[in-house]
Every structure is written in C-alpha cells, then in structure tokens.
C-alpha cells in the first residue's frame, strides 16, 4: 500500500479522521493534555494534511 | 550538542533548507546534526554532508494501519517514531516546517531542557511560538498575505545565524560522464503542480525561438520521468542536434553537475531554481498564478523572474527573445531582478503595495511608518483606535474584579479586530502583528501574561494614533472613548 492508494481514499481517510477527532474530544473531556493525546494529534495533522495534500508550510495552525 | 532539524515540506524547500544547516554547523562545528524529513522527499538530502543522522518520517507505514480500521497499531507506530526521536534527548530542536503536524512533532520530540526554535506547542497543546521570525511567519506569510521575505531568511531569522557565502555551495558530485556539450543551457520542463507546467509544444516554440536567434547552443532538458512524453514531444519539433534530452534518467543529485556547467536555467517554481542556488547558476524563472517568488524565487546571484499570470497567457517568443537577451548579458526590462538586501527581488509594484509592505517594515524592522492618504485605512485606524481603548480600560478595571468578563472582552475584540483586517486590507499588517504578539506571550503567571497583554495593545496604540490626525487623538480618548 502507497501514497497512491492513500490518496484514492479520501474518503475513507474522513471517516478515520472523524473516528481520531471524536476520540481526541473525549479524551480532552476526561484528562489534561498529555503525550498520549499528543501522540494522536499528531496522528490526526498527518491525515488531515493526506486529506488536503498539504504536505507544505501553512503558516497559521 | 545535539541539533535537530525538522523540514517536512517538499524538495524545493529542503534545498532551501541547506544553507541554514551549513551555517549551523559552521557556528557549531562539534554539534551532531539530525535532520528529519518525509521519507518522500528524502533524495533532497543527498549530498548534505553536515548531516549526521538522518531521519525519515514515512507517512504511508505510519497511515496504513489506519485505512486497515487499525488505528491501535497506526498510533503504535507514530509512539515508536516519536519515542525514538524523542529519546535521542536532543539539546535544539528547530522546526523550520510551519504546520500543525511539525508543531506537536516538536513539542513531542523536545524533552523539557531543550531548546525549540519554530513553531511548537504548548503544555495544553495550543501553538507556542518562541521566536519573532516565526510569529513574522504566523502572521504575514502565506495566500492573501503582503510578506516579501525569502523563505531561506526566515529560516536564518528563527535560527538566529547569519549566512556566509560558503553555506552556498553544491556538494561535491562525482562526473557523471553524461556527454554534455561544452557549452549549454538547461531547461527544466517539469514543475511541482500542474497549473505551473508547461507543455511539450510550448516548449519546442520556446526553443525554436531562441535558436533563431542563438543556433551555436545546446540545451539539455532535465525533467522526472513522469515528464518523459513531454520531453519527446519537444524533440520531434526542434531540430534534434541541438537537444540533449536527460529527462528521466537523471537523479536529483545529478543536477548539481549538470547545473553548475551550465550557462542558464530555465524553468518553472520548481526544485531545480533552489539547486542552481547552491550552484550559483543564473536562473530565468516562469513563475506562475498565485506563486509568491518573493518567498521562493531563485536565490542564484542572478537570477529573473517572469511573472506570467496564466499558461494561456504565455508568449513563447518573448521567452525565447529573454533566454536570448540574457545570455547575451543583458537584463531584459520587463523582468523581476536579484537584489541584496531585506527582500531579495526588485520589481515594479503598486502603490498599496508599497504602503503594506512599508507598514510591515516598519512594524517589525524598526524602519519609519509609512504615510497614507486612503479614507478606508484611516477609517479602519479609527475603529482599531476605539477598539483598543476599549479593550486597555476593560484590562484596567476588570483584571482583578471580573477576569471572566475581561477573557469575554477581549475574545470580542479578537473577533473585532479579525473583520476590520478582511475589510480593509491595507490594516491586515497590523491585525497579524497583533495576533503574534499575542500567541508569542509565554504561559506564566497570570499578572505577567496580564502585563505582557497591556504593553501589547499599548504599542497597538501608539502606532495606530500616528494614522490619526493629532486633534481627533487628543480629542478623544477619556471616559467618553474608554
């Protein structure tokens, strides 16, 4: 499996996206930041930027 | 010491990023250099010699798992990836991407002692931003904004290191033995995206012309292999003993030989004008739509720059006639300069234009604030005079009586100040400002971010009564205006 393939699958890329977001709200109602949740946001920017093919600088974030 | 460098961008942007880590390497020359970039773009990196460990983020292995439906075994791989990273205890960690993903990246990867230039976060995981040069970024780069900046200088800005000419250098490559003729110009048919590429029969006319004025030159045409039928189309239509077509069998590296024999390059915003920068080879750059070449525009010595708002609206014997006029050592007039100082370009511009980029100047580089006769921008000072008087006696009276009301206040001033800057364009310098400043504020104690606020929307103030005529100014202000 490749870039390629990723890209093919925005969609489902949403749904996985969508799935990240609601653990992250959860996960931000019952504990403080942390580097588990960290570790997911970094997930979560990895895919949006896969979503909108913005591998580049985007100044304000 | 322990560097770590972050360039998650594209390969005209890791190019870009050489200089700067020559030059770190140069202020610190027993420092071990780690640099991290998309396995993607990896080959960019070839030939760095100042790097001692080099790091590969491979957003496919990490993303896989996830369209699987495994997200456990997705968020097991970025732990492994960021825990490695992160136990290597680094002492600097500088992220020279501006994105979210690098920010976290940063935050993660930096334990506590270490210090972090570029964008991060903080520890509730909202942007943190320690370095002026990139709260310049936050608020002044990127689409709609009026920045003039090269991006190789404000990677030297967030670093803090000034460049020598020797952080320029290409690497030492071995001689390919491409048969390349002794004397010949290159062009670079390919570009990052689409809407900057030119076609095959473009090109040809490009070429035609140019041989009609020049036939003693050779030109070699270097493209990635995915650019191969363009470059034969090229072929069929110029006369073939004049092209040497090198499209698709040349590596990345290999362009810093091919580039550093050669006379020009001609091509599109793309990563070859950023190798002929380490080469020192002039460039005639075709910089299309929406393209900012004041951020990424050839950096070689001599270098010009043809704005072209559309494809359609190219014209193949003008370029030619340039390609011609150039290699004869002149400067054909319509074109965009090399220049040394802050921005690195001279070119024709508007009078707005100038006022914005003035005003910018003068907020961040200490130079003097520029005049402004418009009504739009005037009315704007005055509603941005009004709103920060509102929001220094709201900080005066209800900092200790009622901090909720105060947080409200000054959320509906943010949102206050946001519109007025899509209103009125020529106010958006000093909006953005006012958003660094205030993302650049360090957590703390409350009396101190307090403080830190009011000296902000002080000098906020300042600024703004130089737009306003000094009668209005004393005539305000007061219970009345407060």
């Known amino acids: 499996m490749n870039r390629n393939y990723l890209e093919k699958d925005e969609n489902l890329l949403m749904e996985k996206l969508d799935k990240i977001t609601k653990l992250l709200s959860s996960l931000a109602l019952s504990q403080r930041y942390n580097a588990e949740i960290e570790k997911l946001k970094i997930l979560e920017e990895l895919v949006r930027e896969q979503i909108r093919h913005e591998d580049t600088h985007h100044p304000t974030c | ?60 292995h990490l993303l896989n798992p996830l369209v699987e439906d495994q997200l456990e075994v997705s968020v097991k791989r970025v732990t492994s990836f960021v825990n490695e990273l992160r136990s290597q205890k680094f002492d600097w960690v500088i992220n020279l991407t501006f994105s979210p993903t690098s920010s976290y990246l940063t935050h993660f990867i930096a334990n506590k002692r270490a210090k972090t230039s570029g964008y991060s976060r903080d520890e509730e995981g909202h942007l943190f931003i320690s370095d002026p040069a990139s709260g310049y970024f936050y608020s002044q780069v990127g689409i709609n904004r009026h920045n003039r900046l090269h991006l190789t200088d404000i990677f030297s800005a967030v670093v803090g290191i000034d460049y020598h000419p020797e952080d320029w250098r290409a690497p030492v490559v071995e001689n390919l033995n491409m048969n390349l003729p002794k004397q010949y110009l290159t062009l670079h048919i390919g570009a990052s995206e689409k809407g900057k590429r030119l076609n095959g029969f473009m090109w040809a ?25 363009v470059s034969e189309e090229i072929v069929s239509q110029v006369p073939g003993e004049y092209i040497v077509n090198l499209v698709g069998q040349t590596k990345l590296r290999d362009l810093f030989m091919i580039l550093s024999c050669s006379e020009l390059l001609v091509g599109c915003d793309s990563a070859p004008i950023h190798i002929a920068a380490l080469t020192d080879t002039p460039v005639y750059n075709l910089s299309f739509g929406n393209v900012n070449f004041w951020e990424t525009g050839p950096k070689s010595s001599m270098s010009f720059i043809d704005r072209i708002p559309t494809i359609d609206s190219l014209h193949t014997a003008q370029i030619g006639q340039h390609i011609y006029e150039i290699l004869q050592g002149n400067s054909p007039p319509r074109l965009i300069t090399r220049h040394d100082g802050i921005e690195s370009y001279v070119a024709p511009q508007a009078p707005s234009d100038a006022f914005i980029w003035n005003l910018i100047k003068a907020l961040y580089f200490n130079e003097a604030f520029p005049l402004c006769e418009d009504y739009t921008f005037y009315e704007a000072a005055v509603k941005i005079q009004e709103t920060t008087r509102v929001v220094l006696k709201s900080i005066a009276d209800l900092h200790a009586s009622a901090p909720d009301s105060l947080h409200k206040i000054l959320e509906a001033s943010d949102a206050i100040f946001k519109k007025i800057g899509t209103i009125t364009p020529k106010a958006q310098p000093l909006i953005g400002w006012l958003e660094s400043q205030k993302i650049m504020i360090r957590p703390g104690p409350r009396s101190q971010v307090l403080q830190d606020t009011l000296e902000i929307y002080e000098t906020l103030n300042k600024v703004i009564n130089l737009y306003i005529p000094e009668d209005e100014v004393q005539g305000q202000g007061g219970e009345n205006h407060g």
């Open chain 2, 1 to 60: 010491m322990k560097i770590l460098i972050i360039q998650l961008a594209r390969f005209g942007d890791i190019y870009m990023t050489w200089p700067i880590l020559r030059a770190i390497k140069r202020i610190h020359p027993d420092a071990e250099l780690h640099f991290l970039t998309r396995s993607r773009f990896a080959s960019a990196a070839d030939g760095l010699e100042v790097i001692s460990h080099f790091w590969q983020l491979n957003t496919p």
């Open chain 2, 205 to 229: 006319s490009i070429i035609r012309e140019f041989l009609k004025k020049s036939k003693d030159r050779h030109i070699v045409l270097v493209g990635s292999p995915d650019e191969y039928p």
